[in-house]
């Protein structure tokens, strides 16, 4: 578990973190999001001890960031966006050597990057150095030196960036299966659409201050759908009917009515009592992305 209370941080007279709360439980992915600059990035260096907050407290697994950085070094898997190693180290004995910081013996150190390498899709690049590796494989490396610990729990901030596809699945996959071993997972992206698909929970930092935090099943409800209908023809009855849903516009051979409040077994049956033919019909939830700028506008 990951616990953020009421952190700040200041670089000079700027306020980049402001007050800052939220939780990561147990068998959690939890996405973070905001706008470049809104402070994510300096709040998960400051959960990975890289930066000491000036105010608040931050537990990992309920050891101190600051007075316990050792125990939380090994209960926390980190994955940057960009990741920083000796370049000119070849993969196999970088991670070797850093093994060793954990006090684990070469010949252990070698068997556990020979099962890595093969899971996290390094296997047979375990003798190239790191200058050659692309940024999906830099991150791969980053994400088997975290797992050198077992931690129990991660941060993966922007890790779907620079990524194809295939790295995309990968991430996303592996986010599923620490959730489901229990491990709190803390998930930062600016692909909003990969988050809406994992995430259980999300966190929404703006201005270095935490503006709303909200469950997945709560982002959906956030904004009003909206109702798409598409009939043979469109008569002044049935617009008159729409009007008390919402608000009714034409688009593309379309009827929409944004923030509709009706239903739609009952949109149907007057469509049909109208001798209208009916071809589709559908109601879009709200996405993530909707309710990102929905609730950044609400800031203004």
Known sequence: MIVIENVTKHFGDFIAVNDVSFTVNNGEI???VGLNG?????TIRMIAGVLIQDNGRIKVDDHDTISEKKEVSKNLGWVPELPIFEQDAKAWDYFVYLAGFYGISSNDAKRMARQLFDELGLAGFEKRKLATYSQGMKKRFSLAVSLISNP???IF????NGLDPQGIQFFRDLASKFRNEGKAI???SHILSELESIAD???FIHKGRIIKQMSMDEVRRYV?????IKVDRVSVELIDYL??????????GYIIIDNFNGNTADVSKEISALNLNLYEMSVSSSSLEEVFFKVIGDQK
């Open 30 to 32: 939890v996405g973070f």
């Open 38 to 42: 809104a402070g994510k990035t300096t």
């Open 152 to 154: 129990g729990n991660f």
């Open 157 to 160: 901030d922007e890790v779907f």
């Open 186 to 188: 803390l998930l930062s």
């Open 201 to 203: 929970k999300i966190v």
């Open 224 to 228: 009003s759908p909206s109702l798409k």
């Open 243 to 252: 009007s008390k849903y919402g608000k009714v516009r034409e688009e593309g």
